[in-house]
């Protein structure tokens, strides 16, 4: 679904991505690194925000820069919130789902509020809602258009343990529907309970890529340091 081929990007004399090769499929795929590792550079060449210096970024076979068409196919929820406070959750989903060109867009915001499980509170006013319900709400707006690509940064930063469940297993029922799907995070344990396929940057570069499981047994000639408890 998602192609990237060698692609780079430099902010003038700083390069935020060095030619970076690897594809998104079907599913859950966790996008990993720490802070400043390239990961929203990423981002932001897939959902076309940006366009690479060097190298290619297709989705669905097209180049996403500046392309409308691609955009209908992408939902995002970036990091930092965005909305308009005064409205409800509903009249927000609405309206997002208006923008992405759907004509019935009340329709498809009661049933991605639905899909939230935020039917209860969707006519709150945005402003008094906790941030598990923001966070909710913003993966509403991305999926009421029924995109084909879902890319979510940092989706279960601010969460309570609860809240992070739900919304895992909200993104692994998404993840089996064939959406693919993109969790950017810098915490692998949490991801790693949602899927088991990561790409791995830091400082820009590609480290891995493929199954977890399968990298880390390629580095047992590291040392590791291996806790057990019991009662």
């Known amino acids: ?3 990237v081929r060698g692609a780079s990007r430099w902010y003038g004399q700083v390069i935020g991505l060095n030619d970076v090769t690897c594809n998104f499929g079907p599913g859950i795929t966790a996008l990993l690194g720490q802070n400043g590792a390239g990961k929203s550079t990423l981002i932001k060449l897939i959902t076309g925000q940006l366009r690479p210096t060097t190298g290619d970024v297709l989705v669905d076979g ?3 820069f500046a392309n409308t068409g691609v955009a209908r ?3 995002y929820c970036p990091e930092t919130d965005s909305f308009y406070e005064d409205m409800t959750g509903r009249q927000f989903v609405s309206l997002m789902a208006r923008m992405s060109g759907i004509p019935s867009s009340n329709e498809a915001a009661n049933e991605a509020i639905s899909v939230v499980k935020m039917t209860e509170r969707a006519d709150t006013r945005i402003a008094g809602y906790s941030k598990g319900m923001r966070q909710r709400i913003k993966l509403a ?6 995109p084909k690509v879902l890319i979510l940064d940092e989706p279960l930063n601010g969460l309570d343990p609860v809240g992070r469940r739900e919304m895992q297993e909200l993104l692994t029922g998404l993840g089996r529907q064939g959406i693919s799907i993109i969790i950017s995070s810098h915490i692998l344990h949490e991801v790693e309970q949602m899927t088991h396929s990561i790409v791995l940057l830091h400082r820009g570069r590609l480290l891995a890529v493929g199954d977890v499981r399968d990298i880390r047994g390629l580095i ?3 040392p590791h340091r291996i806790r057990i408890e019991m009662d």
């Open 73 to 75: 196919e992408i939902g």
């Open 62 to 64: 097209r180049i996403p």
């Open 1 to 3: 679904m998602i192609e």
């Open 141 to 146: 707006q991305a999926i009421a258009h029924k």
């Open 220 to 222: 047992d000639k590291h």
